[in-house]
Structure formats: C-alpha cells, structure tokens
T-cell receptor
Framework: DAGVIQSPRHEVTEMGQEVTLRCKPI?????LFWYRQTMMRGLELLIY????????DSGMPEDRFSAKMPNASFSTLKIQPSEPRDSAVYFC???????????FGEGSRLTVL | GQQVMQIPQYQHVQEGEDFTTYCNSS?????IQWYKQRPGGHPVFLIQ?????EVKKQKRLTFQFGEAKKNSSLHITATQTTDVGTYFC????????FGAGTRLTVKP
C-alpha cells in the first residue's frame, strides 16, 4: 500500500485566500484524523471521521475551518479565509480502530503571508 | 480535559549515552502510544502499551507504562545518530492527546 497520501506538500498563500488540503487514507482504514502541528502548540487533533462521518470536531479552531469526507478514500480540510496564524504543518492520519496505531501522511506545510 | 505532559523538551547526548523521556497524564489512560518524528518528517508509530505496569522492548528501546496508567517512559540505551528526532507520547482516554515531544540530538 502507498500509505496515507496528502496534497499539496507545500502551500504558500496570501491572507484571505481559500486553502484546501487533501488526504487519501490507507484503504480499509475506517478512521481518518486531521492534525495540525506548530512549534507553539505541538500536535493538535482537529477532527476525526469514522466511516466518512465526522465524530469529533471539537478541535477545529473556528468556523473558518471545515472538513469533509465524501467517500472512504478522500477527505479535505478547508480554511476560508486563511490567516497568518494558520501557518502550520497539517497531517492526515488513518487507522483501523479508533485511536489505534495511527498512520500519518507526509503532511502539508501551509504558509499564509 | 485530559492533559499529557512530556519532559524534557530537549535532550542532547553524546553518541553511546542513554536517553529517557517521560510522559505524565492528568487522567488514567486506556493506553499510551509512542511515536518518532525525524526532522522534516512525519510521526511514525513505535509501540502501544495497554496494561498497567507493562514493559516492552524493541532492541535498544524500552517502553514502560506506570502502574496507575498515568505515566510512561521511553528509554534508549547507547544512543546512535540514527536515533535523532522528536519522540512523542500520545495518551488515549477516548481522546488521543499528544505530548509536546522530546527532541533528541546525538553528537557523534
């Protein structure tokens, strides 16, 4: 298996622009997680899905952030409008069981100018 | 809510020295996981501990889970330059919380 695939790997955008990050989980994994990593706050769980249904989105910073999982093989994390404080590495991870071994993608490094 | 504290934040050792990182939770955990993230990389799963007092070994790495299931440690014996990276614990109590990580650097 190719592992968890994320795109883009790097994104540089200007404040106010919309950003969409994409993730393809490992086939057969029922759980998908979005994490954000910064130096100041470490690894934060934003949201996770079970069988494409959002289960816990309490970590989503604010209404500017939204996440969807239209099918078992694809998820998006959208930021609209983006702000400089959103600059971070966003990781997608998937697992067989909830909070079991997490398989992380390589991350999307977002820079908002 | 659940808090997971990890110390130290940084550790610099000479190659061949031992290294230990500690993780403490404010609540009892169902299990705890450990991950390693190489510089510029992504977290990679190392191990999961479930039982009270559990000890597991992977070559030079020893993982322990406390009797109260609130603390854990990772010990590396005789560090090598390939051990460089940040080690994270992640505590599970119906909510996977990552510690801040311990960044290990190894001087050859």
């Amino acid at each position: 298996d190719a592992g968890v695939i994320q795109s883009p790997r790097h994104e540089v955008t200007e404040m106010g622009q919309e950003v969409t990050l994409r993730c393809k989980p490992i086939s057969g994994h029922d759980y998908l997680f979005w994490y954000r990593q910064t130096m100041m706050r470490g690894l934060e769980l934003l949201i996770y899905f079970n069988n494409n249904v959002p289960i816990d989105d309490s970590g989503m910073p604010e209404d500017r952030f939204s996440a969807k999982m239209p099918n078992a093989s694809f998820s998006t994390l959208k930021i609209q409008p983006s702000e400089p404080r959103d600059s971070a590495v966003y990781f997608c991870a998937s697992s067989f069981v909830v909070f079991g071994e997490l398989f992380f993608g390589e991350g999307s490094r977002l820079t908002v100018l | 809510g659940q808090q997971v504290m990890q110390i130290p934040q940084y550790q610099h050792v000479q190659e061949g020295e031992d290294f230990t990182t500690y993780c403490n939770s404010s609540t009892t955990l169902s299990n705890i996981q450990w991950y390693k993230q190489r510089p510029g990389g992504h977290p990679v799963f190392l191990i999961q501990l479930v039982k009270s007092g559990e000890v597991k070994k992977q070559k030079r790495l020893t993982f322990q889970f406390g009797e109260a299931k609130k603390n854990s440690s990772l010990h590396i014996t005789a560090t090598q330059t390939t051990d460089v990276g940040t080690y994270f614990c992640a505590g599970n109590n119906n909510d996977m919380r990552f510690g801040a990580g311990t960044r290990l650097t190894v001087k050859p």
